[in-house]
């Protein structure tokens, strides 16, 4: 039971980038939690982090037929890509969709997610924490 963790542009700068925002916890720190959650969930996790769409919509495509489900915080794309969407979908894989922030008390522009509507479900608001939430769904859809 894999589970893909993708993350999208500008989530590499985590820890320093707006921390008011988005926390004081590096990527590191969150692939940490993921691993951790994993292995108490009897799940694997591949963790990665990309800011160049073709390469997240190839991680994407090749975890059909290969992973058992996608936790995907796609930062500004989520607000912006129907080619990430429609990769999603290809993937024919049950997609959670992660926000640290809670992008609906943030600006417009934010309110509206290309993902969210073929999405299982969507975390947002909760900080490294639905991370954690999106794995631990995941270990339950798959464990029955
Ligand atoms: C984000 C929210 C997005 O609006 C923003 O562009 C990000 C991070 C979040 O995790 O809260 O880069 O996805």
Not at 106 to 135: D, K, N, P, Q
């Amino acid at each position: 039971r894999l589970i893909l963790v993708l993350n999208g542009p500008n989530l590499n700068m985590l820890g320093t980038r707006e921390p008011a925002t988005y926390g004081h916890e590096t990527l590191a720190d969150v692939e940490t939690l993921c691993q951790r959650t994993a292995a108490e969930q009897g799940l694997d996790v591949e963790f990665r982090q990309t800011n160049h769409e073709g390469q997240l919509i190839d991680w994407i495509h090749q975890a059909r037929g290969r992973c058992a489900g996608i936790l995907i915080n796609p930062g500004a794309w989520t607000h912006t890509s129907v080619a990430i969407r429609d990769a999603l979908v290809a993937a024919e894989l049950p997609v959670i969709e992660v926000h640290l922030s809670n992008v609906h008390k943030r600006e417009e522009f934010r309110h509206h997610s290309f993902v969210s509507g073929i999405a299982l479900g969507v975390l947002c608001g909760f900080g490294t924490h639905g991370y954690r939430m999106g794995l631990t769904h995941f270990a339950h859809l798959l464990n029955g």
